[in-house]
């Protein structure tokens, strides 16, 4: 771990487990590159109760990114919350705000609902989408749901147990996947090291006018994306749209 004296500011990712991350490499390689006296760190915590001694241990830490599973937790902890992340109903990002008493407040954002929006209009663009079926139900699948709204598309999210508005997978049939044009991934299932496994929905019922998108990016092509090619539909992974909201999370913490 990093001298938390060596920069004169912190920024980094809490989850758990995280492994190998895209956020700390890209920002840190920001950094060096433009000579920001800055470094991005990895707090892999088993609990989110455990934000707190990461607070009290970095007093230079300046904001950060959160990702499964306290994406919901978080929210919790924050003195204030952006109106955007508030309608979602889950932050990703936050900023931490020096006070003149020495004492720190925290405000949250969610940058994955832009980062979503603006990687997936663009395959909008070609055709006739109304409805997507989004997989998940966490953090992540609240933004994509978010997004879509704002793109005009009508969204049912689908989870492994049975909850108010959601539908299982078991109740997925052929018929379902082919009035659905869109579907998003946004559980881990596949992602490295299980590359193996895929979510459980009939890839049968999907056709070459489907759009499949990962949130995942390990690997870069996951299993969902291989059996829904084969179908012909297209397919597209998460390393954009963590691209794409990392730029925001910065935009954020620069002001």
């Keep these: 771990m990093v001298?938390?004296?060596d920069y004169a500011r912190l920024f980094g990712l809490i989850g758990f487990p995280l492994g190998h991350s895209f956020s700390q490499d890209f920002f840190n390689q920001k950094f060096e590159s433009e000579k920001i006296n800055a470094h991005y760190v990895n707090f892999e915590i088993s609990t989110i109760e455990k934000l707190e001694e990461v607070l009290a241990t970095y007093p230079n830490l300046a904001g950060f990114n959160v990702t499964i599973p306290y994406k919901l937790k978080i929210i919790d902890y924050l003195d204030a919350i952006d109106s955007e992340a508030k309608a979602i109903g889950a932050v990703n990002v936050v900023k931490i705000f020096k006070q003149p008493d020495g004492s720190i407040s925290l405000k949250g954002y969610n940058s994955?609902?832009?980062?979503?929006g603006d990687s997936m209009a663009p395959l909008l663009k070609n055709g006739s989408y109304d409805k997507a079926l989004v997989l998940g139900t966490g953090g992540a699948a609240r933004a994509v749901v978010h997004a879509l709204h704002k793109l005009g598309v009508e969204t049912k999210?689908?989870?492994?147990s049975k909850k108010h508005g959601v539908i299982t997978y078991g109740e997925l049939t052929p018929e379902i996947i082919k009035n659905y044009k869109i579907i998003v991934n946004t559980t881990p299932v596949g992602m490295?090291?299980?590359?193996?496994?895929?979510?459980?929905?009939?890839?049968?019922?999907?056709?070459?006018?489907?759009?499949?998108?990962?949130?995942l990016y390990n690997p870069n092509t996951?299993?969902?994306?291989?059996?829904?090619?084969?179908?012909?539909?297209?397919?597209?992974?998460?390393?954009?749209m963590l691209l794409l909201q990392a730029f925001v999370s910065w935009n954020i913490w620069k002001k």
Excluded at 157 to 160: A, D, E, K, L, P
Excluded at 222 to 240: P, S, V
């Design 3 to 5: 001298n938390n004296t």
């Design 112 to 116: 994955d609902c832009i980062g979503f």
């Design 157 to 160: 999210m689908v989870s492994r």
């Design 192 to 215: 490295y090291p299980n590359v193996d496994e895929c979510p459980p929905i009939p890839y049968e019922g999907l056709t070459p006018e489907h759009i499949c998108y990962d949130l």
């Design 222 to 240: 996951t299993l969902f994306m291989k059996r829904a090619e084969e179908m012909g539909a297209i397919t597209k992974n998460g390393l954009e």
